[in-house]
């Protein structure tokens, strides 16, 4: 659908198509970071994508962040692939989306890890522990649960 007219005008899209992967809106995807970080990737969930005005692909990004990038830190609680979702949102190219994964609730984690084969990759998949506020640091649990130091 057409957007404002003039140099604002935005093409929005409901998906796009990288290599043989389609990432929709509403999917979450691991974006590529920086090689000192591997063992924690960034990972958004997809709000909206459009091309620019000057022709370039642009994904707005809804973050998640692991809990090491929290105020409080990492906790004996927070598994190995638990994420807060965090209302920092920002626009990136969409070349930075690396691939899609899924971040589902704890209870369906568990489910999907035990039917995952022994020694499988589970690099793709993460939980949602609860959400983060980066600009006060509030931690809330899953369960709806203010955490606190």
Same mark, same amino acid.
């Given at each position: ?20 992967? %389609?990432?929709?809106?509403? &999917? ?41 990038? %929290? ?6 609680? &927070? ?13 990136? &190219?969409? $070349? %930075?989306?690396?691939?899609?994964? $899924?971040?589902?609730?704890? &209870? ?26 980066? %600009? ?14």
């Amino acid at each position: 659908r057409r957007g404002l007219k003039g140099k604002a005008r935005k093409l929005f899209y409901k998906a796009i198509v990288r290599g043989r992967e %389609t990432v929709r809106v509403g &999917d979450c995807a691991v974006f590529l970071s920086s090689p000192g970080r591997p063992q924690l990737p960034y990972v958004g969930r997809v709000e909206s994508l459009w091309e620019s005005w000057s022709a370039c692909m642009v994904v707005r990004v809804k973050w998640f962040y692991h809990p090491e990038e %929290t105020r409080l830190g990492k906790r004996h609680r &927070d598994g190995k692939n638990a994420l807060y979702q965090s209302s920092h949102e920002d626009e990136n &190219d969409v $070349q %930075t989306i690396s691939h899609r994964c $899924q971040v589902v609730s704890r &209870d369906e984690y568990e489910h999907l890890i035990r039917r995952r084969k022994p020694g499988g990759v589970s690099n793709d998949l993460f939980y949602q522990a609860g959400t983060y506020e980066p %600009t006060t640091g509030q931690l809330v649990s899953a369960e709806g649960v203010a955490i606190v130091s």
